[in-house]
């Protein structure tokens, strides 16, 4: 199993900037994630993929962020961050970090990121 602890979000007024952080946690081999990620789920909206980082560190993008977030990890923390430059109104949602081990993906809790315009 896995456990997602995300921290980092908060309130931010359009263009600037926050930085998210997700500790990973397995009962079993680290090396047993496949990749770790971030989805985001707006008011109203459907949850939808943000970002991602396999074990090789080959990292995919939703259009909307590309060129304004960047995704990385650190394997020797188990840890994956999210850096968001030059955030917009319509950024504003709940990010939740993932983890896909095989055809299985776990969430975490969540943490709200507000922009406002």
């Known amino acids: 199993q896995v456990r997602l602890v995300e921290s980092g979000g908060g309130l931010v007024q359009a263009g600037g900037s926050l930085r998210l952080s997700c500790a990973a946690s397995?009962?079993?081999?680290?090396?047993?994630?496949?990749?770790l990620g971030w989805d985001r789920q707006a008011p109203g909206k459907q949850r939808e993929l943000v970002a991602t980082?396999?074990?090789?560190?080959?990292?995919n993008y939703a259009d909307s962020v590309k060129g304004r977030f960047t995704i990385s990890r650190d394997n020797t923390k188990n840890t994956v961050y999210l850096q968001m430059n030059s955030l917009k109104p319509e950024d504003t949602a709940v990010y939740y970090c993932?983890?896909?081990?095989?055809?299985?993906?776990?969430w975490g809790q969540g943490t709200q990121v507000t922009v406002s315009s």
């Open positions: 397995v009962s079993g081999s680290i090396f047993s994630i496949n990749a």
């Open positions: 993932t983890a896909a081990q095989g055809f299985t993906k776990t």
């Open positions: 980082i396999s074990s090789g560190g080959s990292t």
